[in-house]
């Protein structure tokens, strides 16, 4: 790391960062999976850049081996239509919301590190730029040098030198030869001191290939106008997404889930992209700022063929044995500037005691004006061609790139690798906790007077549960239509004149009775929830229930139970015989038997086969209307 003292202008070597050095200790592999003999910064290799290629290949091949996984997992989820069993929700949701929170947490890091990495960038191009303006002020010297030697000190002493000089002072011969020998010697001194400059301007300053560093800190300057908003608006956009997971998570929203899967299988494509790019770039900073300075003088020489001695002037300038490769120019340019200077002083003195004033002006004032300028200009020159200003503020740039810009890369190249892995949880967990909700029943709103209403008033939630059967729900105000028990003169009918324990007589199609054991104990009815309950007694006559009792002597019974006394009158049905043999299937016995069943005997099944559905009639027995229930 570079350090700077201000109050003394003493700038140390750049020295490589961990995060570099750490970095840079990437195998570098080609495509053979060979390893690179050399790992240096070149990035005009092929090979080099096959590498950077296949490090970046990296988090690419993990994405598509996280979405094969992802879709295999998603098919046996969707797929797996045996597996009903509840499971409680809310473990599995309240991981989701402390994943959400610390990818939110991952995310933030990302933040600090395209932060770092922008102020990194600003402050390497602000290093650059002044590196560029000490370069094109060092060439605007060695210019305006050249430029007032040539256009200003020889040419008004040309017009001397023709013009008023050429009149011999009569008075003083010896102080006429004195003056053209100084003339003289300026012109010679005027072009010994272009000659010495031209090996500084050509070297610093060639109109073919000229130095110029402007574009670098510009191209940067542009691209993190587009990087900076739009890695924090991705950035923002994933922290949206976490928030929109948790947010699901408290409320247990199907929904929001199901939007959380498709947006987080988005955010782990881009997230392993990102990451794809941040190791590539990371990398080959690394390996630059593991040793820039060797890069930056093969660049040098080959972009603005820059010698080796001159670069390594200013790239190694605390170096104690540097030497200024200037020196020797700047120092015939220097004795001659001063020549120049002390015989145009001479010249001044000597033409204005022996010639008149509307002679020399304006000629002889601009050659003593611009000889001033040269040796304000040469004062100029030695200091802009001193390699101090120009290697404190290359190691400013590298610490700029190398300490702050890649310690931000890194972050953001962690950043984007732990989030694309609490993405891929999160879409894991979640898709595995929205594809076990179950949706509630919908209700449809039926009067109580209307006992008739179908089944299909019952709303089948088949979305609720993708993974079995359909769970059908029932309002409570939803009643069956009257449960009926059989009777005489129907198929799996059961009873006679007196008291059967053990056995039933069936009509049969001839119009006799078959008589065949009675089936086992009955079981309840599925409708009992429905809020309909109905018990039978067998008997002669009706009992309280409603049901068959035709007698209250002896040859009255039910089935396991004795009938209760009541005062209340049935309806019954008589068959040929003229006896009461089955009650009715209208609504009073049905009811009768509901109220009996609530005030005593509430756990008796209901018996026959059918369960105490409507049995079917068959074609001897007498056709029932509508009017018979009433």
């Not at 102080?175 to 020998?181: I, P, Y």
Request: glycine content about 8%.
């Amino acid at each position: 790391m570079s350090v700077t003292h201000v109050t003394h202008h003493i700038q140390s070597e750049y020295q490589p960062t961990l995060w570099a050095v750490l970095l840079h200790q990437v195998p570098h592999v080609n495509i053979t999976f060979h390893r690179l003999e050399d790992e240096r910064f070149r990035p005009d290799s092929e090979l080099y850049l096959e590498s950077l290629g296949i490090i970046g290949s990296v988090p690419a091949a993990w994405l598509i081996l996280t979405l094969i996984v992802l879709l295999i997992y998603l098919l046996t989820r969707c797929c797996d239509t045996k597996n009903n069993k509840k499971r409680k929700s809310r473990p599995i949701r309240c991981c989701l919301s402390f994943f959400s929170l610390v990818c939110c947490s991952a995310l933030g890091a990302g933040f600090y590190g395209n932060h770092v990495f922008h102020s990194g960038a600003e402050q390497f191009s602000q290093s650059m730029v002044h590196m560029d303006r000490l370069i094109q002020h060092a060439q605007k010297q060695v210019k305006s040098f050249n430029d007032v030697l040539q256009k200003e000190v020889e040419h008004n002493l040309n017009n001397l030198y023709d013009g008023a000089f050429q009149a011999d002072i009569k008075q003083d011969k010896a102080a006429h030869f004195e003056l053209m020998e100084h003339s003289d010697f300026i012109f010679y001194n005027v072009t010994d001191g272009l000659k010495a400059m031209d090996n500084i301007r050509l070297k610093i300053y060639d109109p073919k290939t000229p130095i110029s560093i402007g574009p670098i800190p510009k191209s940067v300057l542009n691209a993190e106008v587009l990087r900076w908003p739009v890695t924090m608006s991705l950035l923002g956009l994933f922290s949206l997404f976490c928030l929109l997971l948790f947010i699901g998570a408290i409320v247990h929203s199907r929904a929001t889930l199901i939007v959380f899967s498709v947006c987080g299988l988005f955010s782990i494509i881009l997230l392993w992209l990102l990451a794809s790019i941040y190791v590539t770039m990371a990398v080959a900073l690394a390996d630059f700022c593991y040793k820039p300075t060797p890069w930056v003088q093969l660049a040098l020489n080959h972009s603005f063929n820059l010698s080796d001695d001159i670069s390594r002037y200013y790239l190694r300038c605390n170096e104690h044995s540097k030497q200024d490769p200037f020196q020797n120019a700047l120092r015939e340019s220097q004795r001659a500037v001063f020549d120049i200077e002390e015989s145009v002083n001479r010249v001044n003195t000597i033409a204005k005691q022996h010639y008149k004033e509307n002679q020399l002006n304006p000629s002889l004032a601009n050659l003593v004006e611009a000889s001033a300028n040269t040796v304000t200009l040469m004062g100029d020159l030695n200091n802009s061609l001193k390699c101090d200003p120009l290697y404190r503020f290359y190691n400013d740039a590298l610490v700029a790139a190398c300490d702050q810009g890649l310690f931000g890369l890194f972050v953001m190249l962690v950043s984007a690798s732990v989030c694309a892995l609490f993405f891929t949880i999160l879409v894991w967990c979640n898709s595995h906790t929205w594809i076990y909700f179950k949706h509630k029943g919908k209700y449809v709103k039926v009067e109580d007077q209307d006992p008739y209403m179908p089944l299909s008033t019952i709303d089948r939630g088949g979305r609720g549960s993708s993974m079995g059967a359909p769970i059908y729900q029932r309002s409570r105000t939803i009643h069956t239509p009257p449960q009926t028990p059989p009777y005489h003169g129907t198929l799996n009918g059961h009873g006679t004149l007196g008291s059967l324990p053990q056995h039933g007589h069936i009509l049969s199609k001839n119009g006799t009775m078959e008589q065949k054991p009675l089936p086992g104990p009955p079981t309840l009815h599925a409708g009992v929830g429905y809020g309909h309950i109905g018990t039978l007694n067998r008997g002669v006559g009706m009992g309280p229930q409603g049901f068959m009792n035709p007698g209250h002597g002896a040859h009255s019974g039910t089935l396991g139970r004795p009938p209760k006394p009541s005062m209340q009158s049935g309806y019954a049905t008589y068959g040929n015989n003229g006896a009461a043999a089955t009650m009715t299937l209208g609504r009073r016995g049905h009811y009768a038997s509901l109220r009996a069943a609530r005030a005593g005997d509430t756990d008796l099944p209901l018996l026959g086969p059918n369960q105490g559905q409507y049995a079917t009639l068959s074609k001897g027995c007498k056709t029932l209307e509508s009017s018979d229930f009433y």
